[in-house]
């Protein structure tokens, strides 16, 4: 091989290390979407419709009255409200590696665990600015519901518990219509039942409009 051909297979392979590096396998698939939604990867943003793959460090936005609904490869199933934004920072439902993360940031959303919490130790969390979730195979709701300083978190249907924590304390949902709240610099509140106006408010936020 000349030493011209050597060169310009170099700078071929160069060439193509940035292409391939900002490929990503995807983890999940857009059943559903409402009004703009776009996910932001490596600086670079692309809207989302149905059908769209999303994967592995998608930063989800959803724009004013808009709604998203993605459905991750073990079933996991995810809804976003309006003005939502939530990062996608990890997910593996594999034999020996079974752990699911996610960077809430504002706005409003649903999660329906699918097969990769059905483990003895599911690795499940979701992560807020101002507390973490820890999730064992459940369905369940947060948000800035009452306010935007504010997360409220309620559990809608699970056999397994939702642990809601921060620096300041922990608390453990136990049973489903149950929430909690999380503010700046205070432990999270004991679990109360929530009244069927404020449930009814929180499912309306990440409901389709007919």
Known sequence: MTINRVLILTWLVLLLIPILSAQADPVAKTLRTHNKVIAIRDEASRDIQRG????????????????????????????????????VEKFEAKKDANSAAFEFTKGAFRIVTGLITKTDKPNFSVHTPIGTIGVRGTDFWGGNLSSADNIDIILLDSEHPLTVENAHGKVVITEPGFGTLLTKDQAPTTPKKWSEEKLGRAVQTITFPE
């Open 52 to 87: 769209d793959d999303i994967t592995l460090e998608d930063v989800l936005q959803t724009g004013k009255d808009a709604r998203a609904y993605f459905r991750f490869y073990d079933g996991t199933l995810i809804t976003l409200g309006s003005l939502t934004e939530m990062t």
